[in-house]
């Protein structure tokens, strides 16, 4: 029963990818009143009794009733990615990943006990071809790298879990060159790169474009001068560089950006997200700067109402742009709150330690002598997931680093984690853990009243 069952969602998979290639590649003919039937055949196809999946879909098909930015999105990459790419971001991302990935993922959780995370983020080298302010990645050799065999081998166990979806950082990710064919080796897997983007010239482009389950998410700090200011002359400038190569190629790419205290105004602003959409970003990422590391600057940290006033700018940007917008923080409602230490995802670094979070750098297992399957049941890890959403439950608060510190201090403490860098530690005392705990409260003075009123509003995640 359980084969027949299995060959079933293998062959509804398969035909799903065909339906979505069939609905995006005739969307920017199509009427919405054709898009939200597809999205009742879609739903036939795919849904196995799973409550994400059905959630998805049915929010697309309120997108096409009510002709939300989303179905211009949806047309966008229909026009301009090239069928490679849309292909790869169809069949790998959305099937594969999305899709086929809950399902397999409850195939896991039936078999191991444990749902497994749905992505990893793996950091394979801290080596860089810049020197940005505040980073140190001058003195990393290609001997610090993770290696190729070991990525490889953690990329097969992700796939045995149901994850189809990976996320890559360094350091420079397109100075380890060997990434390129285990991006190509695991065809699929969707792979989102972060880069500075300066090392995607017009042929680094054509080869993304041909491997198509690469998207590159280039780093700004604003515009021109305060990107230089932090990232070197001249880098702005080829990052819109890159910009107009992967463009030009009908790759899927975005940007990534870091909020801080100063360019809080320019990064919120009108101006920014439209030039973001006019170089062709679909995505864009926002972080926040955050106190880790050996000599922490509090004062870089954007204020709590300045991560306030970016979330409601990007409210505002959702309802009128075709633009896919992510705050990892300020989505919190959206995820059901913090998704590291395995409830959604992961953090590899190039040491190969497996720490929760990709801003969390503590660790009790490193991945050289241990599966990921060992390492996601670890004490440390455990102790988190269940401890969460943490505390009070306010999802648009609900980071172990900087809104509920407490919780990291604990989890630390009880299963004697280990900082995986020199000074990673500084965060759990003196005058940073003072700062952080001023940053919690004031955080949760703005937040509270806003989440009091839209807890009954959001998506309850069954996991
Ligand atoms: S620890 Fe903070 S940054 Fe990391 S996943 Fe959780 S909420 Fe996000």
Request: aromatic residues 10%; contains cysteine.
């Amino acid at each position: 029963m359980r084969a027949i069952k299995k060959r079933i969602n293998k062959i509804k998979s398969r035909v799903a990818g065909e339906v979505f290639s069939l609905m995006l590649s005739s969307l920017p003919g199509i009427s919405n009143e054709r898009l939200v039937k597809l999205t009742y055949l879609a739903e036939w196809i795919l849904t196995r009794d799973d409550l994400v999946v059905h959630k998805v879909v049915t929010e697309l098909r309120n997108y096409f009733k009510g002709n939300h930015p989303s179905v211009e999105f949806a047309k966008r990459f229909a026009r301009s990615l090239n069928p490679k790419c849309r292909k790869a971001l169809v069949e790998t991302f959305l099937v594969s990943a999305v899709f086929k990935g809950a399902s397999q993922a409850k195939d896991y959780e039936d078999k191991e006990g444990f749902l497994p995370p749905w992505f990893l983020v793996l950091s394979p080298t801290m080596r860089c071809n810049l020197n940005c302010l505040g980073c140190s990645t001058r003195r990393y050799t290609k001997d610090d790298d993770l290696a190729i065999p070991i990525i490889d081998r953690l990329l097969d166990e992700a796939r045995e879990m149901g994850i189809h979806f990976i996320v890559t950082q360094g350091g420079e990710m397109f100075v380890y060159e060997e990434m390129l064919d285990l991006y190509k080796k695991h065809r699929d897997m969707y792979f989102q790169v972060y880069t500075n983007g300066t090392l995607i010239d017009k042929k680094m482009a054509r080869t993304i474009a041909r491997l198509g389950n690469v998207a590159p998410m280039i780093s700004l700090e604003g515009f021109r001068e305060t990107t230089d200011k932090r990232r070197g002359k001249g880098v702005f400038d080829k990052a819109m560089q890159a910009m107009d190569n992967l463009k030009e190629t009908g790759c899927f790419f975005g940007a990534s950006v870091t909020q801080a205290r100063n360019n809080t105004d320019e990064i919120a602003s009108d101006e920014f997200f439209e030039l973001l959409l006019g170089k062709g970003c679909f995505v864009v990422w926002f972080f926040q700067f955050l106190p880790i590391g050996k000599d922490p600057d509090l004062n870089l940290m954007a204020t709590p109402s300045q991560r306030y006033q970016l979330r409601e700018k990007i409210m505002q940007i959702r309802a009128k742009l075709p633009i896919f917008i992510g705050d990892f923080w300020n989505d919190g409602p959206f995820m059901g709150g913090c998704i590291a230490a395995g409830r959604r995802y992961l953090h590899i670094n190039n040491k190969g330690d497996v720490e929760p979070c990709a801003f969390v750098h503590f660790a009790v297992d490193n991945i050289k002598n241990k599966s990921l399957k060992e390492a996601l049941n670890s004490d440390f890890f455990r102790f988190l997931r269940s401890r969460q959403p943490y505390n009070n439950g306010n999802l648009l608060a609900p980071c172990m680093i900087i809104d509920q510190p407490e919780v990291l201090r604990q989890a630390v403490a009880q299963t004697g984690a280990h900082p995986t860098h020199e000074g990673a530690d500084v965060i759990l005392d003196g005058f940073v853990k003072q700062g952080l705990d001023e940053y919690a409260q004031q955080i949760a003075k703005i937040t509270a009243p806003v989440w009091e009123d839209l807890k009954d509003k959001v998506f309850k995640w069954p996991f």
